[in-house]
């Protein structure tokens, strides 16, 4: 299989307040995100990073996406450095994040045509594009009701079909079902599979050891930032189920005090 995204050494850390390290209720002042993450992921295939809440999936993926840079490290996602080249890099990723907030005064279709002339899309193609998105998500029925109306649900699907907008042949979810009804996360995952059935590449972050079972051809298992764990998901599960495999590996790297 064809290397696609190569991270090697991705590593991030943060400053935090007074006040983060009372939430947090730890004494630190600095912590690190992602230490020395370092994995690949193959063209056609749906890649998985699996760990708990706080694991570092979110900032490894948001280093990928070039939305922040690493501390050291790089990647290269199809040929382009995250580094050195982001703005190519942006150009052929879709990202989409649960916080990703749309402007509540804006409707989707409205939403759907700011980011496709963002991206320099023929009129032509971005019409007939928003079209099929729009009625295979049902957003076509909301398509003019503003952003703040929509339901939780129809606002992720807005968000979906905006990752979308130029057709990228790599995506990148971070927690694709995090906070949908059953119904709205499986015409998610059926669509991640429908994709990866056109030749895109996924990667996607989750806790959820199901939806890596079901849509996964690789995984990583991230635990206190670091890849405890990275292969096919054959590999990982051929003595264990997924789950059993996690456990073991959190018993033995989630110990001392929580990030």
Same mark, same amino acid.
């Given at each position: ?15 935090? &307040? ?61 040929? &382009? ?16 994040? &649960? ?16 980011? &496709?002339?963002?991206?320099?899309? !023929? ?50 979810? !971070? ?85």
């Amino acid at each position: 299989m064809n290397v696609i995204l190569k991270a090697e050494g991705l590593t991030k850390t943060f400053r935090l &307040s007074a006040k983060q390290q009372k939430l947090q209720n730890t004494k630190k002042k600095v912590i690190t995100a992602a230490d020395n993450v370092s994995f690949e992921a193959h063209k056609g295939e749906i890649y998985g990073l699996l760990g708990p809440n706080g694991a570092g999936k979110t900032t490894t993926l948001r280093m990928l996406a070039t939305i922040i840079k690493p501390d050291s490290g790089d990647a290269i996602v199809d040929g &382009s450095s995250i580094l050195t080249e982001p703005v190519q890099v942006r150009s052929k990723i879709g990202f989409l994040t &649960s916080e990703l907030k749309l402007e509540d005064f804006f409707t989707p279709n409205y939403m759907y045509d700011f980011f &496709s002339k963002l991206h320099h899309i !023929d009129q032509v193609i971005a019409e007939s594009r928003k079209q099929k998105l729009f009625e295979k998500f049902g957003v076509d029925k909301f398509a003019e009701v503003k952003i703040a109306n929509l339901s939780t649900g129809m606002k992720q699907k807005t968000s979906l079909v905006i990752s979308l907008v130029h057709d990228p042949n790599i995506i990148i979810f !971070d927690e694709p079902t995090n906070g949908l009804d059953v119904i709205t996360a499986k015409v998610v995952t059926d669509f991640l599979l429908e994709l990866k059935s056109q030749g895109k590449s996924i990667i996607l972050s989750t806790h959820i050891f199901s939806l890596v079972e079901k849509l996964c051809d690789r995984a990583g298992i991230i635990i206190k930032g670091k890849m405890v764990a990275c292969d096919t998901l054959e590999n990982l599960t051929w003595k264990k189920p997924l789950e059993d495999i996690f456990f073991d590996l959190y018993s033995e790297n989630a110990g001392g005090e929580e990030q």
